[in-house]
């Protein structure tokens, strides 16, 4: 159980567009969901905490009008990351809490890598 | 405020060898204390929690509230133990704080 999937796995795009990701739980309800980001070889680094229904609560230095974030059901998050530039290339992971356990325990996704050109 | 720090960015041990990852934390209250690891080209996941006072692949860790600490241990450490090990603290519906992480690797 507890599975967090992620779409695209990989996605290469042009510089000045937008790419959504999506992040789902597949067996649970999130009713919070993470946004991180990695560099390699290094540690993740938190971009946002998505709770369903409301504005998500990004951490200082990340722009929220860039890295857009919407909770709309408590299986399904989305980060879309609008005018891509070439330093926005990452690894960007989402994970998810299940509502239910009250734990702060957190379920990963696997991965999504943009590379912008 | 809340923080992890693993002081070991990078730990080598030989195949059968002890291995130790040490963790540190500060925290107000009562956290909860987790062990994630990430294997070669593979996602996050639970390794250990301290609430469930688990062994995971040989693998435990103890919360030491007197020190702080919660480190990973293992007596003898194994080829595929090599990855990257984080700490985490969390608590309740709060964001889980990260270190900065320890990357193993196990020597045959």
């Known amino acids: 159980g507890a599975v967090v999937s992620q779409h695209p796995s990989r996605v290469i795009c042009k510089s000045g567009t937008s790419v959504k990701i999506e992040c789902r739980s597949l067996d649970f309800q999130a009713t919070t969901m993470f946004w991180y980001r990695q560099f390699p070889k290094q540690s993740l680094m938190l971009m946002a905490t998505?709770?369903?229904?409301?504005?998500?609560?990004?951490e200082q230095g990340v722009e929220k009008d860039k890295f857009l974030i919407n909770h709309a059901s408590l299986t399904l998050s989305t980060l879309t990351v609008t005018s891509a530039h070439p330093e926005d290339s990452s690894f960007y992971i989402c994970s998810a809490r299940d509502g239910v356990s009250g734990s702060p325990e957190q379920y990963f996704g696997p991965g999504t890598r943009l590379t912008v050109t | 405020a809340q923080r992890v720090t693993q002081p070991e960015k990078l730990l080598s041990v030989f195949k059968g060898a002890p291995v130790e990852l040490k963790c540190n934390y500060s925290?107000?209250?009562?956290?909860?204390l987790f062990w994630y690891v990430q294997y070669s080209r593979q996602r996050l996941q639970l390794l250990l929690r301290?609430?469930s006072r688990e062994s995971i692949k040989g693998f435990t860790a103890d919360l030491n509230k007197g020190e702080t600490s919660f480190h990973l241990k293992k007596p003898f450490a194994q080829e595929e133990d090599s990855a990257m090990y984080y700490c985490a603290l969390g608590q309740g519906a709060q964001k889980l704080v990260f270190g900065q992480g320890t990357r193993l690797t196990i020597n045959p």
């Open positions: 925290y107000s209250g009562s956290p909860e």
């Open positions: 301290h609430i």
């Open positions: 998505s709770n369903e229904g409301s504005k998500a609560t990004y």
